[in-house]
Nanobody
Framework: QVQLVESGGGSVQAGGSLRLSCAAS????????MGWFRHTPGREREYVAA????????YYADSVKVRFTISRDNAKNTMILQMNSLKPEDTANYYC????????????????????WGQGTQVTVSS
């Protein structure tokens, strides 16, 4: 069992930055591929970024490439999403997720592959 808790959300003007954190507890964090998703009411939950448990492989949705950076610190059981140049369309509830994998370089891109989810943190970007 892995428990995930997001933090760092808030309100910011367009062009600003936010840094989201995902703190994990429970099983060994380093055995889990991690990801960030976001959800806006009326729309399906959307993949944002993902990272392997080694940290060596990362993937981003086209809509956030260059602007967002995903990283992790296995010693601190923490994953980070640095969000720069925020746009109003980035407004959403952001969730971190984890899935166990024996492959240190595996990145999970599909929502259904993730077993553990946090409660989410709201990000609001005003124009």
């Amino acid at each position: 069992q892995v428990q995930l808790v997001e933090s760092g959300g808030g309100s910011v003007q367009a062009g600003g930055s936010l840094r989201l954190s995902c703190a994990a507890s429970g099983r060994t964090f380093r055995s889990y591929a991690m990801g960030w998703f976001r959800h806006t009411p009326g729309r399906e939950r959307e993949y944002v970024a993902a990272i392997s448990w080694s940290g060596g492989n990362t993937y981003y949705a086209d809509s956030v490439k260059v602007r967002f950076t995903i990283s992790r610190d296995n010693a601190k059981n923490t994953m980070i999403l640095q969000m720069n140049s925020l746009k109003p369309e980035d407004t959403a509830n952001y969730y971190c997720a984890a899935t166990f994998t024996p492959n240190r370089d595996h990145v999970a891109l599909e929502e259904y592959k993730y077993r553990y989810w946090g409660q989410g943190t709201q990000v609001t970007v005003s124009s």
